[in-house]
């Protein structure tokens, strides 16, 4: 089982918005069969059965075993992932465009790079997978406090010259063999909840 994999194909996608869907593949973290996953999910076997051919022929389930039980085979069925996250690549023609309207200060361009970036790197996995090979990647996922709306923007200018200083350091535009990279840094603030937004997280 894959710790999280990436949806591209809208057919795929559409069939884990069903909610019933989304519970037994959330129940098939652990393997079970639609007998097991019936009394769980409050469907008779039958439905159950029914929503676990949907979700194989779009490989979101895994056959892992078969059991005989009398005259009948009962099939132990697995998440094919522990979690999933579907690409902008399966609403193509709706996918959002960086180059549209670039904007640093905007959040929404914000999600519009991390929409990109789900997008590219999920088909650069995909290609890995198939080619048997190790993806180079690297991330970072930090936390900082700013005392004040000032502090936060002299961090975002000098983080902004330290990244340039080191892209120019490093980029060679003429390497025959080079391989180019894409680069993102967001910066936002922390949710305090779920449901609410805190006065520190509007722009000020």
């Known amino acids: 089982m894959l710790e999280v994999a990436v949806i591209d194909r809208a057919a795929v996608a559409e069939a884990t918005l069903d909610p019933v869907r989304q519970k037994i593949l959330a129940e098939l ?3 079970g069969s639609a007998t097991s996953l019936a009394a769980r999910v ?11 051919r949907t979700l194989e022929e779009h ?3 895994e056959l892992v075993q078969e059991r005989k039980r009398g005259n009948m085979t009962e ?3 697995q998440a094919s992932a522990a979690s999933y996250v579907i690409s902008p690549a399966a609403l193509s023609a709706l996918a959002p465009d960086p180059s549209r ?4 200060l905007s959040a929404r361009w914000l999600v519009t790079l991390a929409s990109r970036l789900v997008r590219e790197v999920g088909e650069l996995i995909a290609r890995a997978t198939a080619a048997g090979k190790p993806l180079a990647s690297y ?7 700013f005392g004040t709306a000032a502090d936060r923007a ?17 980029h060679d535009g ?17 949710l305090t909840t779920p449901t609410t937004l805190d006065s520190t997280e509007t722009e000020k």
């Not at 991330?139 to 406090?145: A, K, L, P, R, Y």
């Not at 002299?154 to 490093?170: C, D, H, I, P, R």
């Open 139 to 145: 991330s970072i996922d930090s936390e900082v406090t």
């Open 154 to 170: 002299a961090f975002a200018v000098e983080l902004g010259e330290t990244v340039n200083s080191l892209v120019a350091k490093y």
């Open 29 to 31: 973290a652990v393997p």
């Open 42 to 52: 409050g469907l008779t076997r039958q439905k159950v059965n029914y929503h676990l």
């Open 174 to 190: 003429n390497a025959e063999t080079g391989r180019r990279h894409r680069l993102v840094v967001a910066l936002h603030p922390s």
């Open 101 to 104: 309207f670039p904007d640093q």
């Open 75 to 77: 099939r132990i069925m």
């Open 59 to 61: 490989g979101l389930v």
